[in-house]
T-cell receptor, first 112, second 114 residues
Framework: QQQVKQSPQSLIVQKGGISIINCAYE??????FPWYQQFPGKGPALLIA?????SEKKEGRFTISFNKSAKQFSLHIMDSQPGDSATYFC???????????FGKGTLLTVNP | KAGVTQTPRYLIKTRGQQVTLSCSPI?????VSWYQQTPGQGLQFLFE???????NKGNFPGRFSGRQFSNSRSEMNVSTLELGDSALYLC?????????????FGAGSRLTVL
């Protein structure tokens, strides 16, 4: 049972464009929703995270939008750059449980 | 501050063998988690240790085991290796002060089973 569904699997965006990656979750007990960025040969690194008491969080060019009623959240990358080319994973967890349930990832390619 | 260190980075084993992977967390981090990453299944939770105690376990067979030492270093072991165990094994550490669920991952140990 896949508890966090992520789309699209891959995404190609032109430099300067907006990249949008979507995730949907099933478990309403989840209360922490991070996004991780992974470059080839590296482990995932925390990019930005949100809790369900807010509908949006912005950090620089990266924004999470959260829709609690729809059980969906998305990552927006504004002014996408070639250096943003990586695999992005959404995830979810509940309470103080350190276990993260990950989406299957989105390979983002930003063309110069 | 040194990051999460995993050794070895790459290893090749044959079916039926066993393997032990090591993880040194960030200094001061007492929670260590392990994840398996494969192209087909993505990132899947294996187990999490805190102060030498396994607090959480994922849905993996008993061939996968782990432990944590008093200095927070952790090891995971896979016995009777199968071809499907080929994967990137990621270790992550966390501390209460950094915020619950905030995981810092190592670069992983790439296991190939022939």
């Amino acid at each position: 049972q896949q508890q966090v569904k992520q789309s699209p699997q891959s995404l190609i965006v032109q430099k300067g464009g907006i990249s949008i990656i979507n995730c949907a979750y099933e478990n309403t007990a989840f209360d922490y929703f991070p996004w991780y960025q992974q470059f080839p040969g590296k482990g995932p690194a925390l990019l930005i995270a949100i809790r369900p008491d807010v509908s949006e969080k912005k950090e620089g060019r990266f924004t999470i939008s959260f829709n609690k009623s729809a059980k969906q959240f998305s990552l927006h990358i504004m002014d996408s750059q070639p250096g943003d080319s990586a695999t992005y994973f959404c995830a979810a967890s509940r309470g103080s449980n350190y276990k993260l349930t990950f989406g299957k990832g989105t390979l983002l390619t930003v063309n110069p | 501050k040194a990051g999460v260190t995993q050794t070895p980075r790459y290893l090749i084993k044959t079916r039926g063998q066993q393997v032990t992977l090591s993880c040194s967390p960030i200094s001061g981090h007492r929670s260590v988690s392990w994840y398996q990453q494969t192209p087909g299944q993505g990132l899947q939770f294996l187990f999490e240790y805190f102060s030498e105690t396994q607090r959480n376990k994922g849905n993996f067979p008993g061939r996968f085991s782990g432990r944590q030492f008093s200095n927070s270093r952790s090891e995971m072991n896979v016995s009777t290796l199968e071809l499907g165990d080929s994967a990137l094994y990621l270790c992550a550490s966390s501390s209460i002060s950094s915020g619950a669920n905030v995981l810092t991952f190592g670069a992983g140990s790439r296991l190939t089973v022939l």
